[in-house]
T-cell receptor, first 112, second 113 residues
């Protein structure tokens, strides 16, 4: 069964800290992996998309890595800010399904 | 341009009532997806349309759930005889054909009392 797991479920850090969110997935035959941000009561905003042939993507203070062989991805947030507080979701698109499978999310709180 | 819109944003229903949730995708987006997100969980796939054709409905939890997209644009997700376990946020997403990125709407929060 194709599954996506995110650990931890919640994380609280002081402002300015660098942090890493983890995502693991079964079955390495993925098409791509995507990280989303979700604010309370809002929809999902795509942050970074990594194709199966890529190892990382960067956008500003965010860097996402992909290791297909081990079934892992990490989202690195540098110099965290209170505005980064949100739920971060990892989603995988597998080659043979055509639909996104999401992890449970990590809820991040950055304290000023 | 306008993004994906959903209505209503909030819906409260009594157990046993029928509800209809609407999704307006981005103009020109051929693909449309519905997801169900329970509290504290990630979204779970319900169904997928390409134009008016429903190509995958494997995620619909029961035959009380029905989705349609008759003209290949606006889609409606209907839930008959709602039950408390149907309480969730229902998200709609659209994308261009063959595109990697899905664009999500704000969701409809359904509460069944």
């Amino acid at each position: 069964k194709q599954e996506v797991t995110q650990i931890p479920a919640a994380l609280s850090v002081p402002e300015g800290e660098n942090l890493v969110l983890n995502c693991s997935f079964t079955d390495s035959a993925i098409y791509n992996l995507q990280w989303f941000r979700q604010d309370p009561g809002k929809g999902l905003t795509s942050l970074l998309l990594i194709q199966s042939s890529q190892r990382e993507q960067t956008s500003g203070r965010l860097n996402a890595s992909l290791d297909k062989s081990s079934g892992r991805s990490t989202l690195y947030i540098a110099a965290s800010q209170p505005g980064d507080s949100a739920t971060y979701l990892c989603a995988v698109l597998w080659v043979n399904t055509g639909k996104l499978i999401f992890g449970q999310g990590t809820t991040l709180q950055v304290k000023p | 341009g306008a993004g994906v819109s959903q209505s209503p944003r909030y819906k409260v229903a009594k157990r046993g009532q029928d509800v209809a949730l609407r999704c307006d995708p981005i103009s020109g987006h051929v693909s449309l997806f519905w997801y169900q997100q329970a509290l504290g969980q990630g979204p779970e796939f319900l169904t997928y349309f390409q134009n008016e054709a429903q190509l995958d409905k494997s995620g619909l939890p029961s035959d009380r759930f029905f989705a349609e997209r008759p003209e290949g644009s606006v889609s409606t997700l209907k839930i008959q005889r709602t039950q408390q376990e149907d309480s969730a946020v229902y998200l709609c997403a659209s994308s261009l054909p063959g595109a990697d990125t899905q664009y999500f709407g704000p969701g409809t929060r359904l509460t069944v009392l």
